[in-house]
């Protein structure tokens, strides 16, 4: 109680505008934190989403909190994944805890080159690499054309470009119910190619028919578009 009567003392001799920016500062720090703690909660935890499909979940600011997610398709004893996380140890861990092993994974559909989008890439050695786009230099991938079909094992995967994030990012389509939007959801504002053309796409995907689920990058599982939309606007 003395050390708390004598911090009060000497607190209250500090002028005005010191204490007004003491609490501002910690109004402040209080602030972020609880967007920090709000925002990764957003991602899916690791683990069986439903039978056959599954979230990994990783870290991308190397602090504990889980903020990026790829997600894993089975397609009989074999997987694809679409994007690739952060880095390898982080990766390799999640997929040991879902008993799945990296050469198990066939496939690997890139929404775009960010950087927490294909940390994980040369882990996977026997998977081809498809994306929508030349953004990454370096690695050998497969470059599909917008609305095109590919099929593994009887699964169906469709691009859709949609630019804008970044100018190579693209949207996945699976078995026609399973959206896999990357970061089309990432405020517009925040783009490095073209927030008009994001906000043009992202209508575009949000207009489609026939979608269940829809997988984000950094915000989580929707069920349907229109929650999607509703989140979003």
Request: some cysteine; glycine content about 8%; charged content about 20%.
């Amino acid at each position: 109680m003395d050390i708390l009567k004598k911090i009060g003392a000497y607190y209250r001799k500090k002028p005005i505008w010191l204490k007004i920016i003491v609490i501002a500062l910690s109004l402040i720090l209080i602030l972020v934190s609880m967007l920090i703690i709000a925002y990764s909660r957003l991602t899916y935890p690791t683990g069986e989403i439903m039978p056959g499909l599954y979230a990994v979940r990783s870290d991308m600011f190397g602090n504990g909190r889980s903020m990026v997610n790829f997600f894993l398709f089975q397609t009989g004893e074999k997987y694809i994944a679409i994007d690739a996380g952060v880095d390898n140890s982080q990766t390799e861990y999640a997929l040991l805890k879902l008993g799945i092993s990296a050469d198990d994974i066939i496939a690997v559909f890139i929404t775009h080159s960010d950087w927490d989008h294909i940390g994980s890439l040369d882990l996977f050695n026997n998977a081809i690499i498809y994306t929508g786009f030349i953004e990454l230099p370096n690695i050998y991938h497969q470059i599909m054309t917008d609305e095109e079909i590919v099929d593994f094992y009887g699964v169906s995967i469709k691009i859709i470009y949609t630019p804008g994030h970044t100018s190579g990012c693209v949207t996945y389509l699976i078995d026609g119910k399973y959206l896999f939007v990357g970061d089309l959801l990432i405020n517009p504002n925040l783009a490095r190619y073209d927030s008009e053309l994001q906000i043009f796409h992202r209508e575009r995907v949000l207009g489609m028919d026939g979608v269940e689920y829809v997988f984000t990058g950094h915000f989580g599982i929707f069920k349907n578009v229109r929650l999607f939309r509703w989140f979003w606007l």
